[in-house]
């Protein structure tokens, strides 16, 4: 069964640092979003993606965040300067064509700033 | 107006019992609801999902309750198992493919 996939599971690096967090959607899906989840805390929206381009953005993704389909299958989040705040697990989930909006969602980067 | 609120934050069932959790929203323009399954240490999985033009879906022993008038959702377990100790989120989403607005979660723990 089709799924999607993240790397790293787990990724810890020093505050100000730069990360790339990497996402392959569900082949035939064309939406594609990333979520994070602090410790305990529900399920946030960060951007979603189609086209080539963000289609929509929470408050949360400011300018320290970007998102680029580098080639066909890979879909990345990147954190230009980490903050203490961003440690978090960060979800990709993608969805089909238009209309169906089922999403699923990859296992998480879990995120750690120190 | 985006939020949705769940509740309980936790809930303990004996095993073999009903688990309920509970869902509400304000926004009309919500028109697909769904639940997620999490495991720790995993991504949300879809369970079970519903429409707001029907009041009730069945997948095996999970049930959707939909009221419409009410702006109210929610997620019945029958015969909970021990492996259905996880953390549940609703979820509503408007139309197209926009993004999920979930709950805060209800955690879950089926005792034998």
């Known amino acids: 069964e089709p799924e999607v996939t993240q790397t790293p599971s787990h990724q810890v690096t020093q505050m100000g640092q730069e990360v790339i967090l990497r996402c392959v959607p569900i082949s035939n899906h064309l939406y594609f979003y990333w979520y994070r989840q602090i410790l305990g805390q529900k399920v946030e929206f960060l951007v979603s993606f189609y086209n080539n381009e963000i289609s929509e953005k929470s408050e949360i993704f400011d300018d320290q965040f970007s998102v680029e389909r580098p080639d066909g299958s890979n879909f990345t989040l990147k954190i230009r300067s980490t903050k203490l705040e961003d440690s978090a697990m960060y979800f990709c989930?993608?969805?089909?064509?238009?209309?169906?909006?089922?999403?699923?969602f990859g296992p998480g980067t879990r995120l750690t700033v120190l | 107006q985006q939020q949705v609120k769940q509740s309980p934050q936790s809930l303990i069932v004996q095993k073999g019992g009903i688990s309920i959790i509970n869902c509400a929203y304000e926004n009309t323009a919500f028109d697909y609801f769904p639940w997620y399954q999490q495991f720790p240490g995993k991504g949300p999985a879809l369970l079970i999902a519903i429409r707001p033009d029907v009041s009730e879906k069945k997948e095996g022993r999970f049930t959707i309750s939909f009221n419409k008038s009410a702006k109210q959702f929610s997620l019945h377990i029958m015969d909970s198992q021990p492996g259905d100790s996880a953390t549940y989120f609703c979820a509503a989403i408007g139309s197209g493919n926009t993004p999920l607005v979930f709950g805060k979660g209800t955690r879950l723990s089926v005792i034998a």
């Open positions: 989930a993608s969805s089909g064509t238009s209309g169906i909006v089922e999403q699923f």
